[in-house]
């Protein structure tokens, strides 16, 4: 891709907007779709979500000492510590689990290449590439973060990132999930 466009790719997946103007199937290689991309779809929702945490500790924190530090004032925590938390403990096994149902609804999860198959209408096209790659996983944590920046350039429009009425339920539970835990943790928080 062009040095702008991954200016911009870069800008948008660090501060989690996700905007996506490249189609990555096609201009980006597996291992910068898998390290660079899907990094920043783990750490940004994490983030987010540690400051949620610290946000919510000093507005619904325990009026006891344990929620103080000695000078009086209210413990937010410590924030990297709870973004590797967030990452270690919340999000890679919910990623995980959801990339093994992804997988096992026939989303894409190999490092082959593209796959050429015949088109059923002979007319003008005697081949078609549909390109694959490690898609179940990177899919997992998108839905999970709440993320854009898909596989494919349509995201989960294309067939191939979501084939079947259970993919389509796994990925909508998944892009709930963790936004409705939010809610309950807060809701918690203050009982």
């Known amino acids: 891709m062009d040095w702008d466009l991954a200016l911009h790719t870069t800008a948008a997946f660090i501060t989690n907007t996700n905007q996506q103007h490249y189609a990555g199937q096609a201009q980006l290689s597996y291992f910068a779709q ?22 919510l500790r000093t507005l619904l924190g325990p009026e006891g000492a344990q929620g103080r530090t000695a000078s009086g004032e209210v ?3 410590h924030f ?12 890679m096994p919910l990623s995980c689990v959801t990339a093994l149902l992804l997988a096992w609804q026939g989303v894409p999860s190999t490092f082959e290449g593209a796959r050429v198959v015949q088109p059923l209408d002979k007319g003008t ?24 920046g898909g596989w494919y350039g349509a995201n989960s429009a294309v067939p191939m990132e ?27 928080l203050t009982g």
């Not at 390290?35 to 929702?45: E, G, K, R």
């Not at 990297?80 to 999000?91: A, E, F, M, N, P």
């Not at 081949?127 to 944590?141: K, S």
């Open 162 to 188: 979501n084939l079947t009425p259970v993919s389509n339920l796994v990925e909508t539970v998944a892009i709930l999930l963790i936004p409705v835990a939010l809610l309950v943790m807060a809701a918690d």
């Open 80 to 91: 990297h510590v709870d973004l590797v938390r967030t990452i270690v403990r919340l999000l």
């Open 125 to 148: 096209v005697a081949e078609q590439r549909i390109p694959v790659g490690p898609v179940a996983p990177m899919v997992a944590i998108k839905q999970l973060g709440t993320n854009g």
């Open 75 to 77: 413990a937010v925590g």
């Open 34 to 55: 898998l390290f660079a991309v899907v990094a920043m779809q783990a750490i940004t929702p994490a983030s987010g979500i540690a400051a949620l945490v610290a946000i």
